[in-house]
């Protein structure tokens, strides 16, 4: 091929070739960082790749300021590096493990506080007996509360009073050591609901003292189909993405614009639509998250649920320590997946079914407290009133707001909290199942309306405060008469403004002992029984596996413990590719050597640096104090950024502090601190007046002294394995022949190339020919090669000889 720089006359023609730009790491190679994160999935690597997308997924920092994982990943997505890949810790059981909490002793446990004949009010877990007094008059509603342990105080039920229930109760379960007990659910009502006379009284529930449940993934309960004979088909249920507690108050999803098909003698399946909303929002003013429209229950339809948003998930297997998968559809959704009934996915539900309603919300069954108070269920709406204003958004179904005042319902968010699933084993219920059967009105005078009439716009807004939902104990059967006054149709409901309704997810459940201020103190860790231990060791098992998550640094920030921490080391020298930013405990120099003695740690993958460091947490200004190993990870990535993973990630050009939000070392070291780590293995973060804190060492924690002593030589060698990996792959099960062999040397001379270029190395050897793959290796089906490689040592002393001379000396 002709060169185009090449004229046809004569002349010189010089040429510019760039080598170089820096080689991008493979997309999606990154760190991994382990931990409790305030919401998410978890047990579930996830690939983030900017601060919004991780603050959506898994939340900000809270306000505590001991969330070192959420500031570990803002420090490193604030640089626009590689995706972080972000993996969740909540409690799960084992053989010996129990997660969550429990409480000794007979009188300790879950009290019931109510009043006879009437709905419970709240649920107090105590570690010593509840006793109350006081009766309900017309103008008393305060009772005398005594905790066995702690104090007797008085509560009222009135939210507006000074001595409201939660104002003079603890509702901090990690001060339960404190007071004795906490508030785990408070029903609010807009009024005092027992009736006068009725005694109060604190009964405690049987097997509810234990609270030690793996973590729960929330769901809703079964959507369910229009009555066909009174048969209510079960058609899917909804699974929340976000795991545990928060997924309880994340979101509510609608079902909306319900209506038939429209020639159901051609196609008998009808449509809806999904709307994932934000918990709190009314809906008079939604805050929609996502909107799927015009679904079907159609398997063969493009628009079939479970394809439009999917109802694939996983679930880590304990045996065999790798992921169950469940579902045919990929998720389609930040929030939600669909969980189809056996009977929606073998056909077996009637092809006009429609979504119609939900099967009941669990609540505890009767009889639970002595049958002196019943346990209510959650609320319904029961007309389209919107502070007193007749409005047709407002949607049927559970009432999450209190339409009446525009607030939170009732206490609505606690009663979607987790029970102990033990107290359900034993005699478990389910609440009042809504349908849209229940909706009732008086269309007056309408001449031709009968059952399979439409409800018009004009008719809905003619009717106004008739409209109501009035759930019974029998199937209602729809008038056809004129001027009725009775319950609607499916044909009379569907597709109008009234064929939609409102769900929250239930019983999400952390699986952590709430009781603690910080449920995964490593403290708590010096056992491999612990759930603490067993739920990181997990998350371990599951990166581990290299073929499905590459990685190039892994932190645990702030977990030290020996049973966590050495697991985690042992797992990247497993995988061999993967540098380890290791935590010890220790608050002084003197502490940490200590430390760096006992434990014998002696690894080229992994590295430790000393003091903590105070940050700048600007999302809620405040200044925290995080360990080293919350920062590093964001040295790292921008080490990698403005040179490459090779370079030395120290000193003021890279190792500088201040970029990332660090104001200052927790303790200033001085020269014979920073020397006493560094001879002892952990890297030292120094101080210097101009500057502020510098990262100043950049050893290994290997003992034996050589060129993998030190980071930047270390993480070459991790590096120019992962590429060395790449080209080697695009040969395996071709012919074992010198054209095979040419085509491997050929990519990786390219690569080691680069790597000269850029400082990596300064000299290499590579051999793969038939010097290297004898006789015996093709016989074993092996092509073997050899590289011998001159890593670039980084300077870490300057030395300078200063020779002061006489004026009659001459330089040479």
């Known amino acids: 091929m002709a060169d185009t720089q090449l004229g046809p006359s004569a002349g010189v023609v010089i040429r510019t070739i760039d080598q170089t730009v820096r080689p991008a790491d493979p997309p999606g190679i990154g760190a991994a960082l382990i931990g409790p994160r305030a919401k998410g999935p978890a047990f579930l690597p996830v690939l983030v790749k900017s601060v919004d997308a991780d603050s959506a997924m898994f939340g900000s920092p809270d306000v505590k300021g001991k969330d070192f994982v959420a500031y570990a990943s803002r420090a490193y997505l604030n640089l626009q590096t590689n995706p972080l890949l972000m993996v969740r810790t909540l409690g799960m059981s084992d053989t010996g493990v129990s997660p969550g909490w429990t409480e000794s002793g007979a009188s300790a446990g879950l009290y019931a506080i109510g009043a006879s004949g009437s709905n419970v009010v709240a649920l107090i877990y105590s570690s010593?007996?509840?006793?109350?007094?006081?009766?309900?008059?017309?103008?008393?509603?305060?009772?005398?509360i005594n905790i066995a342990g702690w104090n007797s105080v008085t509560a009222s039920l009135?939210?507006?009073?000074?001595?409201?229930?939660?104002k003079v109760l603890n509702t901090d379960p990690s001060q339960y050591s404190t007071y004795k007990h906490f508030v785990y659910e408070v029903i609010d009502y807009a009024q005092k609901i027992p009736t006068a006379g009725s005694a109060y009284f604190a009964q405690q529930?049987?097997?509810?003292?234990?609270?030690?449940?793996?973590?729960?993934?929330?769901?809703?309960?079964?959507?369910?189909?229009?009555?066909?004979?009174?048969?209510?088909?079960?058609?899917?249920?909804i699974g929340s993405i976000n795991a545990g507690n928060s997924s309880n108050?994340?979101?509510?999803?609608?079902?909306?614009?319900?209506?038939?098909?429209?020639?159901?003698?051609?196609?008998?399946?009808?449509s809806f639509t999904l709307l994932v909303r934000d918990f709190f929002d009314n809906d008079r003013n939604p805050n929609v998250l996502e909107t799927f429209t015009n679904l079907s229950l159609d398997p063969s339809s493009p628009n079939y649920i479970c394809r439009?948003?999917?109802?694939?998930?996983?679930?880590?297997?304990?045996?065999?320590?790798?992921?169950?998968?469940?579902?045919?559809?990929?998720?389609?959704?930040?929030?939600?997946?669909?969980?189809?009934?056996?009977?929606?996915?073998?056909?077996?539900?009637?092809?006009?079914?429609?979504?119609?309603?939900?099967?009941?919300?669990?609540?505890?069954?009767s009889g639970a407290v002595a049958n002196k108070a019943s346990f209510p269920d959650?609320?319904?709406?029961?007309?389209?009133?919107?502070?007193?204003?007749?409005?047709?958004?407002?949607?049927?179904?559970?009432?999450?707001i209190n339409n009446a005042s525009g607030n939170l319902n009732f206490g609505m968010d606690d009663r979607l909290k987790h029970l102990p699933t033990a107290f359900y084993a034993a005699s478990g219920t389910t609440g009042q199942q809504f349908s849209l059967k229940w909706i009732s009105g008086s269309i007056q005078s309408a001449a031709g309306f009968n059952t399979s009439t439409r409800l018009t716009d004009n008719q809905i807004s003619a009717m106004t405060t008739s409209i109501q939902m009035n759930s019974g104990s029998t199937f209602p059967t729809p008038s056809s008469s004129a001027g009725f006054s009775g319950f609607f149709s499916v044909a009379n409901l569907e597709n109008t403004s009234l064929a939609k309704f409102t769900l929250p997810i239930q019983n999400g459940f952390d699986g952590l002992d709430v009781t603690k201020a910080n449920p995964f103190d490593p403290a708590d860790m010096g056992s491999t029984a612990a759930y603490q231990t067993y739920a990181y060791r997990t998350c371990l098992d599951i990166i581990s596996n290299s073929d499905e998550y590459q990685l190039t640094d892994l932190a645990l920030p702030g977990v030290w413990a020996s049973n966590v921490a050495d697991y985690a080391l042992n797992m990247v020298e497993n995988r061999g590719d993967t540098f380890y930013i290791m935590d010890f405990s220790g608050t002084s120099v003197a502490d940490i050597l200590g430390q760096i003695a006992s434990r014998n740690v002696?690894?080229?993958?992994?590295?430790?640096?000393?003091?903590?460091?105070?940050?700048?947490d600007r999302l809620n200004n405040k200044l925290v104090e995080v360990p080293a190993s919350t920062i590093m990870p964001a040295v790292f990535a921008y080490n990698d950024n403005v040179a490459f993973s090779w370079f030395a990630p120290a000193g003021f050009n890279r190792g500088g502090l201040n970029r990332h939000d660090i104001v200052r070392a927790k303790e200033k070291l001085t020269k014979i601190d920073r020397d006493r780590l560094y001879e002892n293995r952990i890297n030292p973060i120094a101080t210097f007046p101009s500057s502020g804190p510098v990262v100043w060492g950049q050893k290994t924690l290997q003992v034996k002294s050589s060129a993998r002593d030190r980071i930047n030589v270390m993480r070459m060698l991790l590096k120019l394995q992962k590429v060395m990996t790449a080209a080697a792959i695009n040969i395996v099960f071709e012919p074992d022949l010198p054209v095979t062999w040419k085509k491997f040397v050929d990519a990786a001379t390219k690569e080691l190339d680069s790597i000269v270029r850029n400082f990596g190395i300064t000299?290499?050897?590579?051999?793969?020919?038939?010097?290297?793959?004898?006789?015996?290796?093709?016989e074993r089906n092996i092509m073997y090669g050899k590289l011998q490689l001159v890593p670039t040592r980084a300077g870490e002393i300057v030395l300078l000889d200063f020779f002061v001379t006489n004026n009659a000396a001459q330089f040479v």
């Open 128 to 144: 010593g007996a509840v006793t109350l007094q006081g009766t309900l008059t017309s103008s008393v509603d305060t009772l005398a």
């Open 249 to 270: 108050t994340l979101i509510k999803v609608t079902i909306s614009a319900v209506k038939k098909s429209v020639n159901e003698a051609q196609y008998e399946y009808g």
């Open 602 to 616: 002696d690894s080229p993958y992994a590295a430790a640096f000393y003091p903590s460091l105070v940050l700048r």
């Open 763 to 778: 000299d290499y050897r590579l051999i793969f020919d038939s010097t290297t793959n004898t006789a015996a290796y093709l």
């Open 378 to 400: 959650i609320s319904f709406v029961n007309n389209l009133l919107y502070k007193n204003d007749f409005n047709t958004k407002v949607c049927w179904g559970a009432q999450i």
């Open 205 to 237: 529930l049987l097997a509810t003292n234990n609270f030690q449940d793996d973590y729960i993934t929330g769901s809703t309960p079964t959507i369910i189909s229009q009555p066909f004979n009174s048969i209510e088909y079960n058609l899917f249920g």
């Open 308 to 365: 439009r948003i999917g109802d694939r998930y996983k679930v880590w297997n304990k045996s065999s320590k790798k992921f169950d998968e469940f579902g045919q559809y990929d998720t389609q959704s930040q929030y939600i997946y669909i969980i189809p009934t056996t009977d929606l996915i073998n056909q077996n539900v009637p092809t006009t079914a429609l979504p119609w309603g939900f099967s009941g919300y669990r609540t505890f069954p």
């Open 158 to 166: 009135n939210k507006s009073d000074t001595n409201y229930l939660k």
